[in-house]
Protein backbone atom coordinates (compact mmCIF):
# COMPACT_ATOMS: atom_id res chain seq x y z
CA UNK A 1 0.00 0.00 0.00
CA UNK A 2 1.25 3.25 -1.15
CA UNK A 3 1.70 5.54 1.68
CA UNK A 4 2.44 9.82 1.48
CA UNK A 5 3.79 11.72 4.16
CA UNK A 6 4.07 15.63 3.54
CA UNK A 7 5.94 18.04 5.68
CA UNK A 8 7.40 21.91 5.64
CA UNK A 9 3.44 23.62 6.31
CA UNK A 10 3.50 26.69 8.72
CA UNK A 11 3.29 30.39 9.60
CA UNK A 12 4.80 32.76 6.91
CA UNK A 13 4.87 36.19 7.13
CA UNK A 14 4.05 37.94 3.41
CA UNK A 15 6.73 37.73 0.58
CA UNK A 16 8.39 34.87 2.73
CA UNK A 17 8.97 31.63 1.32
CA UNK A 18 8.13 28.07 2.46
CA UNK A 19 9.72 24.46 0.95
CA UNK A 20 7.06 21.69 1.23
CA UNK A 21 8.14 18.30 0.88
CA UNK A 22 5.79 14.91 -0.05
CA UNK A 23 7.82 11.37 0.25
CA UNK A 24 6.18 8.23 -0.56
CA UNK A 25 6.46 5.08 0.46
CA UNK A 26 5.26 1.16 -0.13
CA UNK A 27 5.38 -1.26 -3.18
CA UNK A 28 5.57 1.60 -6.23
CA UNK A 29 7.01 0.44 -9.25
CA UNK A 30 7.26 3.80 -11.16
CA UNK A 31 5.74 7.42 -10.87
CA UNK A 32 4.32 9.01 -13.50
CA UNK A 33 2.88 12.23 -11.98
CA UNK A 34 3.88 13.90 -8.86
CA UNK A 35 1.58 17.22 -8.20
CA UNK A 36 0.82 19.86 -5.17
CA UNK A 37 -2.48 21.20 -4.93
CA UNK A 38 -3.83 23.43 -2.26
CA UNK A 39 -7.52 24.21 -0.76
CA UNK A 40 -8.24 26.95 0.99
CA UNK A 41 -11.40 27.50 3.48
CA UNK A 42 -15.02 27.33 1.04
CA UNK A 43 -12.69 26.73 -2.13
CA UNK A 44 -12.61 24.08 -4.21
CA UNK A 45 -8.90 22.01 -4.37
CA UNK A 46 -6.95 23.74 -7.02
CA UNK A 47 -3.61 22.35 -8.79
CA UNK A 48 -0.82 24.90 -8.01
CA UNK A 49 1.88 22.66 -9.65
CA UNK A 50 2.83 19.62 -11.46
CA UNK A 51 5.68 17.02 -12.66
CA UNK A 52 6.03 14.26 -14.98
CA UNK A 53 8.13 11.38 -15.14
CA UNK A 54 9.61 13.09 -18.12
CA UNK A 55 10.20 16.31 -15.97
CA UNK A 56 7.77 18.29 -17.49
CA UNK A 57 6.43 20.81 -15.16
CA UNK A 58 2.98 22.98 -15.66
CA UNK A 59 1.97 25.37 -13.07
CA UNK A 60 -0.60 27.40 -12.45
CA UNK A 61 -0.07 30.80 -13.85
CA UNK A 62 -0.51 32.90 -10.08
CA UNK A 63 2.52 31.37 -9.31
CA UNK A 64 4.56 30.86 -11.85
CA UNK A 65 8.27 32.30 -11.35
CA UNK A 66 7.58 32.12 -7.86
CA UNK A 67 6.94 28.15 -7.20
CA UNK A 68 9.19 25.61 -8.39
CA UNK A 69 8.39 21.84 -8.50
CA UNK A 70 11.07 19.34 -8.18
CA UNK A 71 10.76 15.72 -8.30
CA UNK A 72 12.98 12.75 -7.44
CA UNK A 73 11.67 9.30 -8.90
CA UNK A 74 14.27 7.28 -7.29
CA UNK A 75 13.71 8.73 -4.31
CA UNK A 76 10.21 9.36 -4.64
CA UNK A 77 9.55 12.43 -3.39
CA UNK A 78 8.51 15.82 -4.37
CA UNK A 79 9.21 19.25 -3.04
CA UNK A 80 7.34 22.52 -4.13
CA UNK A 81 9.10 26.04 -2.97
CA UNK A 82 7.03 28.81 -2.50
CA UNK A 83 8.99 32.13 -2.53
CA UNK A 84 7.64 35.46 -2.48
CA UNK A 85 4.05 34.41 -0.37
CA UNK A 86 0.90 36.15 -0.59
CA UNK A 87 -1.93 35.97 2.51
CA UNK A 88 -4.33 34.92 -0.01
CA UNK A 89 -2.38 31.58 -1.03
CA UNK A 90 -2.73 30.54 2.87
CA UNK A 91 -4.76 26.93 2.09
CA UNK A 92 -3.96 23.47 2.95
CA UNK A 93 -1.56 22.24 0.72
CA UNK A 94 -1.97 18.44 -0.56
CA UNK A 95 0.77 16.65 -2.88
CA UNK A 96 -0.55 14.08 -5.34
CA UNK A 97 1.07 11.31 -6.71
CA UNK A 98 -0.01 8.60 -9.65
CA UNK A 99 2.17 5.69 -10.71
CA UNK A 100 2.16 1.89 -10.67
CA UNK A 101 2.52 -0.18 -7.77
CA UNK A 102 4.20 -3.81 -7.75
CA UNK A 103 0.74 -5.31 -8.33
CA UNK A 104 0.54 -3.19 -11.93
CA UNK A 105 -2.18 -1.37 -10.53
CA UNK A 106 -2.64 2.30 -11.47
CA UNK A 107 -2.56 4.70 -8.41
CA UNK A 108 -2.99 7.94 -7.37
CA UNK A 109 -2.83 8.91 -3.99
CA UNK A 110 -3.13 12.14 -1.77
CA UNK A 111 -1.15 13.22 0.94
CA UNK A 112 -2.78 14.36 4.38
CA UNK A 113 -2.49 17.92 3.85
CA UNK A 114 -0.03 20.78 5.58
CA UNK A 115 -1.02 23.75 6.10
CA UNK A 116 0.36 27.10 4.94
CA UNK A 117 -0.77 29.98 6.86
CA UNK A 118 0.84 33.64 5.18
CA UNK A 119 0.22 36.46 7.58
CA UNK A 120 1.55 38.79 9.09
Known amino acids: QVQLVESGGGLVQPGGSLRLSCAAS????????MGWYRQAPGNQRELVARITSGGTTDYKDYVQGRFTITGDNAKKTVSLQMNSLKPEETAVYYCLLEGFDSTGRYFTKWGQGTKVTVSS
Open 26 to 33: GSIISLNV
